[in-house]
């Protein structure tokens, strides 16, 4: 008991000894407590979120693929359904670099000429029996677009050169082995 006794006589002498030396309701900035920004619990959890959210959409752009991509398979998600032969073998398969080749690889389920992002391209739908079915797109005109592949849209996809080297083609496809079997008809080999 004597030591709570002792504390008790401490503060008390303490508060005496503060309340001669400072006006009452003054109390001295030195006795403030100043608390940092980043001390806050608050401001730590605003810039946490800030981080996770520029991280999710900093990996979420990182995988997107160019813009004529986005719009093949946005193309080919509204034409997956359509079928028939809305043009000539030849000419489809000249934009396809397979100006030797006298049928068109695999099963052929749509060859017509539409637009896509203010191009015109070639689009075939083909199966191909160890594979499955693949929409490949093929520019009028050369355009600049890497060598690149990935999944987007609950599709995958992969830009290739055409075999004469001259141009991309777009592959897009539920399955990706599916795009690995078209690789080896349209496009040109690694190396």
Same mark, same amino acid.
């Given at each position: 008991m004597t030591h709570l006794h002792q504390e008790d006589e401490f503060d008390l002498r303490a508060r005496a000894e503060l309340s001669l030396a400072y006006e $009452?309701?003054?109390? $001295? +900035?030195?006795?403030l407590r100043r608390t940092p920004l980043l001390a806050r619990w608050g401001v730590r959890l605003g810039i946490a979120a800030l981080v996770l959210m520029g991280t999710a959409l900093g990996g979420a752009l990182a995988v997107r693929p160019p813009e004529l991509v986005r719009g093949a398979i946005e193309h080919e998600y509204y034409e997956r359904t359509l079928r028939g032969n809305f043009m000539e073998a030849k000419p489809l398969l000249a934009h396809l670099g397979l100006e030797?080749?006298? +049928?068109?690889p695999g099963y052929p389920q749509l060859?017509? $000429?539409?637009?896509?992002?203010g191009h015109l391209v070639y689009h075939l739908t083909t199966f191909f029996e160890k594979g499955g079915m693949v929409t490949v797109f093929a520019f009028d005109k050369p355009i600049a677009l890497k060598e690149s592949s990935g999944w987007w849209a609950d599709v995958y996809w992969q830009v290739v050169t055409s075999k004469t080297g001259d141009k991309p083609l777009i592959m897009v496809s539920q399955k990706k082995k599916a795009l690995t079997v078209a690789q080896t008809a349209f496009a040109k080999p690694p190396g």
């Amino acid at each position: 008991m004597t030591h709570l006794h002792q504390e008790d006589e401490f503060d008390l002498r303490a508060r005496a000894e503060l309340s001669l030396a400072y006006e $009452p309701g003054e109390t $001295p +900035a030195i006795l403030l407590r100043r608390t940092p920004l980043l001390a806050r619990w608050g401001v730590r959890l605003g810039i946490a979120a800030l981080v996770l959210m520029g991280t999710a959409l900093g990996g979420a752009l990182a995988v997107r693929p160019p813009e004529l991509v986005r719009g093949a398979i946005e193309h080919e998600y509204y034409e997956r359904t359509l079928r028939g032969n809305f043009m000539e073998a030849k000419p489809l398969l000249a934009h396809l670099g397979l100006e030797h080749v006298h +049928a068109v690889p695999g099963y052929p389920q749509l060859m017509r $000429p539409c637009e896509i992002e203010g191009h015109l391209v070639y689009h075939l739908t083909t199966f191909f029996e160890k594979g499955g079915m693949v929409t490949v797109f093929a520019f009028d005109k050369p355009i600049a677009l890497k060598e690149s592949s990935g999944w987007w849209a609950d599709v995958y996809w992969q830009v290739v050169t055409s075999k004469t080297g001259d141009k991309p083609l777009i592959m897009v496809s539920q399955k990706k082995k599916a795009l690995t079997v078209a690789q080896t008809a349209f496009a040109k080999p690694p190396g």
